[in-house]
């Protein structure tokens, strides 16, 4: 079975939407455009972290947030990866961005990349 260019053109399109979300899950984006901060820090060793931003916000595990310091010149810390989600909260492991990061209550995770500086 041929298709002409015109058909195969109607169906990519037609295609496009869902193949970009199933590229945005495969990559664990959470949506654009969420933003909460960090309300609890476990001890250092495990890294852990809970965050006020959680399914209601479409953030799912496995989704990767960045995480900053505001302020005059907002300090970029690293990521956190979610490992577990509530309607309002998530929990999540931070990696910093460098060795001597450290995450603390009231620090900012947001789901756009990292802010600019």
């Given at each position: 079975?041929r298709l002409s ?7 990519l ?12 899950k495969a990559?664990k984006?959470p949506p654009d455009g ?12 495990s ?7 959680g399914?209601d ?6 989704h990767t947030?960045?995480?900053y310091?505001p ?11 979610i490992t577990a989600?509530?309607a309002?909260?998530s929990?999540g492991k931070?990696?910093?961005a460098?060795?001597?990061?450290r995450i603390?209550?009231?620090?900012r ?5 990292p802010?600019?500086m």
């Amino acid at each position: 079975m041929r298709l002409s260019f015109a058909t195969l053109s109607v169906l990519l399109v037609a295609l496009i939407p869902s193949i970009a979300a199933a590229q945005a899950k495969a990559r664990k984006i959470p949506p654009d455009g969420f933003e909460g901060k960090v309300t609890a820090v476990a001890s250092s060793s495990s890294q852990l972290v809970q965050m006020s931003i959680g399914s209601d916000a479409r953030v799912e595990v496995g989704h990767t947030l960045h995480v900053y310091r505001p302020g005059k010149l907002p300090e970029y810390l690293g990521t956190v990866v979610i490992t577990a989600v509530a309607a309002k909260a998530s929990v999540g492991k931070f990696a910093p961005a460098k060795g001597s990061a450290r995450i603390e209550e009231g620090d900012r995770v947001i789901v756009k990349g990292p802010p600019q500086m």
